[in-house]
């Protein structure tokens, strides 16, 4: 698992107008090809009236899996441009189909290229991009009399709550970056006297808004 990754919020759609012809940029997340695929095949459904839906996917940890269609744009023009925005913008897991309901103005290759990296960039853009930073979830179990404090006390510090789990004793759970669940635990002791329980959990990945 990689320590943090850019990758897009969720999924967002742009519009823009060139020479009378509307580029409508669909964006999405997707984590294996089949993904991708499904998403495509989605968008191609809604919009079959369209002159053309080009696309291009980047998908793994090493960006293993890169493809990109021109669906009937001269070759090159299209599919690869909406790739090079991906790679350019350094985001994983992400597949884009930008519909093309032409206009009666042929824009040529280098127009068509331009078009379509401008429709991608604006397309990622209205939709968000995130850091996935890869976390350890410490869960720290102590008496309900502890809780105000140590609620107040991690709102204030650089830790995030994931959850607090009301049960017998409260175990509140903490996203915590690697390298600190050492100084993490030894805070929780100090702050209840010694009174808690400190265990380290799975690792998940926090999601941040990346402005």
Known sequence: MLP???T?????ENEIVIEKSRFIAHVTRAETEE????FIQL????HWNATHN???YLIGENDQIQKANDDGEPS???GVPILEVLKKRHVKDTVVVVTRYFGGIKLGAGGLIRAYGKATSEGLNATGIVERKLMTIMHTKVDYTWLGKLENEL???IYKVKEIHYLENVEIEVFVEKGQTEAFTNWMIELTNGQCEVREGQKLYLEEDVI
């Open 4 to 6: 943090y990754y850019h």
């Open 8 to 12: 897009v919020k969720g999924y967002g």
């Open 35 to 38: 993904e991708a695929q499904e």
């Open 43 to 46: 968008i191609k459904k809604q």
């Open 54 to 56: 080009c696309s291009a």
């Open 76 to 78: 090159g023009t299209a």
């Open 155 to 157: 709102r204030s510090s």
